[in-house]
């Protein structure tokens, strides 16, 4: 079923999406930068052939957006998607916990056939 959020008309859905506990921690890491004097930070999301699965996931903060990223604001968090990336995690989501087994980013992609077991790579 798709959702309103996701139909616009002319615009594709977003590559991911980040669940309410990831927006709060990227927005907290956004705020320890410091952006005074770098531009505007956004997370860049995208997906690298490598790891023990085929492909990984790498996240980071970027100053620089090319004019064919995909970028999206979601809550106070602009996220920046490279096309090739697009394809790889279209639907995807990006979540945050904070728990007794520690604390990090873990991306659910509908698209990923098989995953290691770090979590980290996918084919």
Known sequence: MT???????????DPITLTDSA??????????????????LV????VRPGGCS????????DSEV????IVRTQGTVKVAVDTA?????AGSTLDYSDGLQGAGFHVSNPNASRT????????
């Not at 959702?3 to 859905?13: D, F, L, Q, Y």
């Not at 990336?85 to 995690?89: C, H, N, Q, R, T």
Request: charged share 25%.
């Open 66 to 69: 090319a004019d064919d990223d």
């Open 54 to 61: 085929g492909y990984s996931y790498e996240m980071f903060f």
């Open 3 to 13: 959702t309103m959020a996701n139909v616009r008309i002319g615009r594709k859905p």
């Open 116 to 123: 290691c077991g770090c979590g980290s790579s996918f084919s």
């Open 85 to 89: 990336s697009a394809e790889l995690l």
């Open 23 to 40: 927006m709060g921690k990227v927005a907290d890491l956004l705020a320890q930068e410091g952006q005074e004097g770098q531009g505007e």
């Open 43 to 46: 997370l860049r999301v995208a």
